[in-house]
């Protein structure tokens, strides 16, 4: 089965469109996704392939995430979230946390390897995140102090989860911890959080703003500030 998949994935390869994705996502020499190799593929394609592999075990899974090749990673992502949304779905309650423990387990596991910013982005809320909404979440407190770029990314992206139910603490709590990081993609991330908590209670984020405003990086800020009236971004630009 994983064999066919891969051969799928192969025939589905377009040479021309990975010429653009290994530029677009960064893989030259000393890039942030450098060394990572592209196939071609649509994400759309790759969703609708993925699906008729959901069944895949967790060791072939494995097979694919320690692979070079970003569309084998992006697929095992997603039929990963794909198992746990179907584990979320079984009545035995009991069931559906052994299932889901493992996913999540595999997941922790493969933090280095989910390692390009799409990557990150489709999984960290759906997986990581989704699994913390009633649990402890010490787990993304180490993430965001890590020295990988990818830990700290996951770790600012789960939040999304908690977000979307209104719980906003740890968001802002580990926005704490990365407004100061020097990378780019983590200014993005804490700026695309930050901006989705104003967009349930704008008051929460002007009050995070107001303290970190001068200080954080422009991207960050920018982003954070993306959806406010244009007298209001003015406001915040002007330090």
Do not use: C
Request: glycine residues 4%; hydrophobic residues 35%; without cysteine.
């Amino acid at each position: 089965m994983l064999n066919n998949y891969i051969k799928e994935l192969k025939k589905a390869g377009n040479p021309e469109k990975a010429r653009i994705l290994q530029g677009f996502f960064k893989t030259g020499k000393g890039e942030y996704g450098e060394g990572d190799v592209f196939l071609g593929i649509t994400v759309p394609k790759q969703r609708e392939i993925a699906k008729k592999y959901v069944d895949l075990e967790i060791k072939d899974l494995q097979t694919l995430l320690n692979s070079k090749i970003h569309e084998h990673r992006l697929g095992a992502l997603f039929i990963l979230i794909m198992q746990y949304q179907k584990a979320a779905k079984i009545a035995d309650k009991k069931e559906s946390e052994k299932i889901k423990t493992k996913i999540v387990k595999s997941y922790l596991k493969n933090t280095k390897k989910i390692n390009n910013w799409d990557l990150v982005d489709i999984s960290a809320p759906k997986i990581l995140g989704d699994f913390l909404l009633n649990k402890d979440r010490n787990i993304l407190y180490k993430l965001a102090k890590s020295k990988n770029l990818w830990e700290k990314r996951i770790s600012m992206l789960a939040t999304y989860a908690f977000i979307r139910e209104n719980q906003f603490d740890d968001t802002l709590k580990i926005s704490e911890i990365l407004v100061r990081d020097d990378h780019d993609l983590i200014h993005k991330a804490v700026g695309w959080m930050l901006r989705e908590i104003g967009k349930k209670d704008q008051a929460v984020e002007e009050k995070f703003l107001k303290k970190y405003y001068k200080t954080m990086p422009r991207t960050m800020l920018r982003y954070a500030i993306e959806r406010f009236d244009e007298k209001k971004r003015k406001y915040y630009m002007k330090k």
